[in-house]
């Protein structure tokens, strides 16, 4: 019989599975400036993948969709 630290475990094994099978995948290209005000995106964002806002737009882009919700 298994105790409570292994079902734990084993719970905690599961969501982490979930979580990444559930994750989105970005496969496109990334732009090198923002298609939004044309600012370069840094190398490291752009590494992410099919990343087409900078920073600043993409944060703006976000605070503002949460006021719609």
Known sequence: MAD??????????DRLN????????????SEDFCM???????PQR???????LCIDCQTHLES???HYR
């Open 4 to 13: 409570f630290a292994d079902v734990a475990s084993d719970l905690e094994q």
């Open 64 to 66: 503002n969709s949460k």
């Open 36 to 42: 939004n005000c044309g600012n370069e995106i840094p």
């Open 18 to 29: 979930h979580s990444l099978a559930e994750r989105v995948n970005f496969h496109g290209e």
């Open 46 to 52: 752009r590494a992410l993948g099919n990343v087409k």
